[in-house]
């Protein structure tokens, strides 16, 4: 069984998991989790990192070069084993290096560095990829934490919204039914700055903004309890439950599935960063509780 490490502050503490690097509890300082717990009844995951795809391929398949690869939806990274580089009691980093196993999905030398620090009330999560190889490679990150709905301390689902630091009268995308991006955009449920969320906006699976404004919003319970969710520098994003569910997932990401129909080389899939010989590219994301 992999280990997991706990860091924390007076006000927040995190447990993290060295298989996928992925976050498995966020407990403030009353003991209540704020983290999906992965009842199996409805989805395992609580907190998984999207690299170096988020969503899916075209056919699970991309092309680089002129040869084609199989790479599964959301990529390989959070179904691996990371091991520990380093730690304190607020800090914490997770490391994956290339092999034999990633090689064979992804032919690019690469490491991915989770790096989890708590200060005060904020938890934050840092994605640092290296590009080793002699090539400028293509990649695509994204976040994807459960968290609890209804909120702790609330009564219910009833209520619970999403504001944006910005309003966000855009369009919006849905998935078709190979998980690709639907070419039609979708009239916004957003009003002006404000998503009250319910069940049925997740009957056709998820909410994707591919032109959003913000790089901020407050998930909000009735009562006042409130999550803060920070995501600079990450230009899309996506919100999903299962309808019934107790969770939100609320995804910050550098990237997004397919568009229907794409048959490009993932160098030139929407969304994408190049990342030259040598270089780094950080992707990051913060939760503050209260």
């Known amino acids: 069984m992999a280990a997991v490490h706990r860091i924390g502050s007076d006000r927040l503490t995190a447990e993290i998991c060295e298989t996928g690097a992925e976050l498995q509890r966020l407990t403030d300082a009353a003991g209540r989790d ?8 409805f989805w395992t995951g609580r907190a998984p990192i999207l690299f170096p795809i988020v969503g899916t391929l075209n056919r699970d398949r991309f092309r680089w070069r002129g040869e084609s690869h199989g790479l599964p939806r959301h990529g390989f990274a959070r179904r691996r084993d990371f091991t520990l580089a380093e730690r304190d ?21 690469c490491s991915l560095e989770m790096i989890f620090t708590i200060r005060a009330a904020t938890l934050t999560m840092t994605a640092r990829v290296t590009n080793s190889g002699a090539d400028p490679m293509p990649a695509s990150f994204g976040f994807h934490p459960a968290l609890r709905w209804p ?4 009564q219910g689902k009833a209520g619970h919204v999403i504001r944006f630091d910005r309003p966000e009268p855009a369009l919006v995308r849905r998935l078709d039914a190979d998980g690709l991006l639907d070419p039609e955009p979708r009239p916004t449920p957003i009003e002006g700055d404000t998503l009250r969320l319910d069940d049925g906006l997740f009957a056709e699976d998820a909410l994707i903004l591919d032109r959003l404004e913000s790089r901020r919003l407050a998930f909000e319970g009735p009562a006042g309890t ?9 230009p899309h994003l996506g919100l999903w439950t299962k309808p019934g569910a107790g969770y939100i997932c609320i995804e910050p990401w550098q990237g997004h599935s397919d568009p229907a129909g794409f048959h490009g080389e993932i160098g030139e899939k929407p969304g994408m960063v190049m990342i030259p010989p040598g270089g780094q590219r950080l992707f990051s994301m913060a939760i503050t509780i209260g």
């Open 34 to 41: 704020w983290l999906w717990d992965g009842d199996p009844a």
């Open 89 to 109: 009691g607020d800090a914490l980093v997770l490391r994956l290096d290339p092999d034999e196993a990633t090689r064979a999905v992804w032919p690019f030398d």
């Open 151 to 154: 909120l702790p301390g609330e």
């Open 226 to 234: 409130r999550a803060t969710i920070d995501f600079q520098g990450m």
